[in-house]
């Protein structure tokens, strides 16, 4: 994200954005390209691509691409997608604002217009995959203003007056919000520690993932939301009580924090209380696996040190 930022950010910075799509990128690449281009032992390679894979007690062969969710999938993804941005920087330089910007198969390009992109980038990018039995999916491919705003691995980047703001995307406020309405129906005759049990992990591991970004707002409205399908759920269970015995038996007060959900034992995160830190990136050039640079990654460890549990609140890493 902090890599969209500081392609995006500055008033100077370029303005559209191409939205990469690759059409079945984890089961079309060719696995000769691959095998070719790799520097490792081509037989090993071979033999992983060539497995296939089992569901059901039956073995499917994979004569293209890799098993999308399998072990060694997202590491493949990078080295077949390997040398897109050098292609690109090595033919516009510093010409047209165009950075790539990638994760796995998932890929914006900038540029300083409309036409550089749909007349320059974009068959750059179709010859790239090409090369290697991909294409661009062109119902999903698309060209757009960053004041028009994109959604990019669950964030929601757009310029307001411009400022540029990175927010949670709507399909992923939306998905967080029916995973827990979906557990709270399943567990609907769960105790409740079960239930703050099964949640907490979700809640936190979403939370924890935007809490580099402007969702201060949006977790403070979640967290609203989520106490309120909790409610639901124990006026379900009790519809013969009145709301005052719920509220006691269910968000018994801790300390000077009223309505939080818990047992007494085991107390929901709240979202809310996720504290916001953007995030810095990884010192051009170091390696977390060379020993040169392990008092850089001892100092990065130690300034991103959890911040201590207490009660509902997230415990950050």
């Not at 969209?4 to 008033?11: D, E, N, P, V």
């Not at 992923?172 to 995973?179: D, R």
């Not at 979640?222 to 006026?235: E, F, P």
Request: glycine residues 8%; contains cysteine.
């Amino acid at each position: 994200m902090q890599r969209c930022f500081l392609s995006l950010a500055k008033r100077s910075s370029a303005e559209w954005i191409l939205e990469g799509d690759i059409r079945a990128c984890f089961d079309a690449f060719d696995h000769d390209w691959l095998i070719e281009h790799t520097p490792t032992d081509q037989g090993r390679l071979r033999a992983w691509l060539k497995s296939g894979f089992m569901e059901q007690r039956r073995i499917f062969p994979t004569e293209r691409g890799t098993a999308q969710g399998g072990i060694i999938s997202p590491t493949v993804a990078n080295m077949v997608l390997d040398g897109l941005e050098g292609r690109i920087r090595a033919r516009f330089k510093r010409r047209g604002k165009v950075n790539l910007i990638r994760f796995a198969d998932d890929f914006v390009i900038t540029g300083e217009s409309r036409a550089i992109l749909e007349n320059d980038v974009t068959p750059l990018v179709t010859e790239f995959l090409h090369e290697r039995g991909l294409v661009l999916a062109p119902e999903k491919t698309r060209i757009v203003h960053i004041d028009d705003g994109f959604d990019f691995l669950g964030f929601r980047f757009r310029k307001y007056g411009g400022k540029l703001l990175i927010k949670p995307s709507r399909a992923s406020i939306s998905h967080i919000h029916g995973k827990v309405k979906t557990i709270l129906q399943t567990g609907q005759q769960w105790p409740q520690s079960e239930i703050i049990r099964t949640l907490n992990p979700v809640l936190r591991g979403w939370g924890n993932y935007y809490r580099n970004v402007a969702s201060k707002a949006v977790l403070l409205g979640l967290d609203q939301r989520i106490w309120r399908l909790t409610w639901n759920w124990a006026r379900r269970r009790h519809p013969q009580k009145n709301h005052e015995w719920i509220r006691k038996r269910y968000f018994p007060r801790q300390g000077s924090r009223r309505w939080i959900f818990n047992d007494g034992c085991h107390t929901l995160v709240s979202l809310g209380y996720i504290p916001i830190r953007r995030h810095v990136l990884v010192r051009s050039g170091t390696n977390p696996y060379d020993p040169q640079d392990a008092d850089y990654f001892r100092q990065r460890r130690a300034a991103n040190r959890a911040y201590p549990s207490h009660d509902g609140l997230a415990n950050v890493r």
